[in-house]
């Protein structure tokens, strides 16, 4: 999780924040996310995250990068 907490610090640094703050907007955004009653949203959730878990914002940039990776984004 080292890579990921990186992304946070540098995303942080670059918006004039906290690590700390970064965390807990990509908590807001997860949860609001999670939340979203439109099936194919809650489809791409269960494909994301299948153990119904609330990920933290490091998994969450670890599987989401993942996925970006693996269907030939950045």
């Not at 703050?21 to 809650?42: T, Y």
């Amino acid at each position: 999780e080292e890579v990921q907490m990186n992304v946070i610090k540098r995303v942080a640094k670059a918006h004039g924040v906290s690590a700390k703050e970064v965390r807990e907007e990509m908590l807001k955004a997860i949860r609001a996310g999670r939340e979203n009653p439109d099936p194919s949203v809650q489809a791409m959730w269960n494909r994301l995250f299948p153990n119904g878990k609330e990920p933290t914002p490091e998994e969450f940039i670890k599987v989401v990068a993942g996925v970006v990776k693996a269907e030939g984004g950045c």
